[in-house]
C-alpha cells in the first residue's frame, strides 16, 4: 500500500483524514470505537479534530486490516507491541536526574511560585508576601447564621 501524503499541518478535520486515508467516515467513526485515543474533540460539542500522530495512526490502521488481514483486536495488539515500553538508558537517565532525592522539595517550591504568582494576578499583594514566605493561608471567615425573622 502506498504512503500517503500528509500535509504540514497540526491539526486535521475528519473529511481530511478520510480523504487522506481513503476510508469513509463510518470506517473511521468504527476505528474511533477501537481506539478511544484516536482523535481529540475541539471544545464541548465541537467538532472532532486529528492530530498528525492520529492521522499517522489512522494509516497504519489502514495498513494492517487491509494489507495484513488482520482484525481490529489483531492490529490493537500489533499496535501495542510496536509502542515502544521502556525508556532507552540514555532517555531515562535526565528522568532519573530530575527525580532524585529532592523531587518533592523542589516541586513544592514550584507549587509555592506558582501560587505567589496567582495571588499577584488576583490583585492580593499581601496573600503573594504571604504565600512566598510559606506561612499557612488564614482560615475562611465563617457567615453568623442571622436569627429567622418572626412573621407576624
Do not use: H
Amino acid at each position: 500500500m502506498p504512503d500517503a501524503e500528509i500535509p504540514k499541518r497540526a491539526l486535521f478535520k475528519t473529511s481530511e483524514v478520510c480523504e487522506i486515508a481513503s476510508v469513509q467516515p463510518y470506517v473511521l467513526r468504527s476505528w474511533e470505537s477501537e481506539f478511544p485515543d484516536l482523535g481529540v474533540a475541539k471544545s464541548a460539542g465541537g467538532p472532532r479534530v486529528y492530530r498528525r500522530a492520529d492521522v499517522e495512526k489512522v494509516l497504519r490502521i489502514k495498513q494492517l486490516v487491509f494489507s495484513d488481514g488482520l482484525t481490529l483486536a489483531g492490529v490493537r495488539r500489533r499496535i501495542d507491541d510496536e509502542a515502544p515500553t521502556v525508556f532507552e538508558e540514555a532517555e531515562a537517565a535526565p528522568i532519573a536526574e530530575l527525580l532524585g532525592r529532592n523531587a518533592k522539595e523542589r516541586l513544592s517550591e514550584v507549587k509555592r511560585g506558582l501560587m505567589s504568582i496567582l495571588a499577584m494576578l488576583g490583585g492580593r499583594p499581601d496573600e503573594a508576601r504571604r504565600l512566598v514566605a510559606g506561612a499557612p493561608a488564614p482560615a475562611p471567615a465563617r457567615k453568623k447564621n442571622k436569627p429567622a425573622r418572626k412573621r407576624r
